[in-house]
């Protein structure tokens, strides 16, 4: 029988509830639960509590996602995280990795086919670079209580857009409403047509699986990766297939 995993969830709300309902199918035991109740000051985060964790899974908030990551990477326990609103400690994060040889997933969405979506919204824009009639623009919609807007997922896309070749402007848009768990466009307009790529999340399991997916991955390697990798491989930027 294989080997249960000890998984510890860092941010114990709707998304946390989740992963620990999946995690048994994965291989995981939820051995460590963190919340502002026990970790509002990262005081949850100590070589005991973490003693015998193979993995974190991170969906906090956005202020706290830095010092999770740094406190739980020092004990030497590989990382997944699924907050988002953070990129702009990316750099610092990679480091935090490097100098304490542990492994770290990253992604702004752990759906797989928002995955995929990346993918497909890269190619589009990689065709239409050299159309100089096409513009773009980037859209979505989210529930009320999502912090950060534009979203990373959104970012992510406009980032991809931008790596496959595409220099014209891009108008960026987000709204927030109701319970929403995400919807996100693409699409690229002309006199003579519009082309739109759409991806819609029906829930957040998705989410939760993908997550749960990347920590059983990464469990006993080294490195910094980003979810897109593990799911599908290395992707190419516009340089490179030229």
Do not use: C
């Amino acid at each position: 029988m294989p080997e249960t995993r000890r998984l510890a969830i860092v941010g114990y709300g709707k998304m946390g509830r989740m992963i620990e309902q999946f995690a048994p199918e994965y291989g995981f035991s939820v051995a460590l639960k963190l919340d502002e109740f026990n970790n509002s000051n990262f005081e949850g985060v100590t070589p005991e509590n973490f003693r015998g964790i193979d993995v974190a899974i991170d969906f906090s908030i956005p202020p706290a996602v830095r010092r999770n990551l740094e406190g739980i990477a020092a004990l030497g326990v590989n990382i997944v995280v699924g907050t988002t609103g953070w990129l702009e400690h990316l750099d610092a994060v990679r480091k935090v990795v490097e100098t304490n040889g542990i492994g770290l997933v990253w992604s702004p969405n752990y759906s797989i086919g928002v995955n995929a979506f990346f993918r497909l919204v890269r190619e589009a824009a990689r065709l239409l670079e050299s159309q100089p009639s096409y513009g773009a623009w980037a859209w979505e919609i989210h529930h009320s209580t999502k912090k950060d807007a534009p979203s990373g997922t959104l970012l992510k896309l406009v980032e991809e857009m931008k790596r496959a070749g595409y220099t014209r402007p891009i108008d960026v848009s987000s709204n927030r409403a109701g319970g929403h768990p995400g919807t996100h466009e693409i699409g690229f307009d002309s006199s003579a047509d519009t082309i739109t790529l759409r991806h819609t999340a029906r829930s957040r399991e998705g989410f939760a699986r993908g997550a749960l997916q990347a920590a059983k991955w990464v469990v006993g390697k080294k490195g910094f990766y980003e979810f897109g990798e593990i799911a599908f491989g290395p992707s190419m930027n516009a340089d490179e297939r030229r």
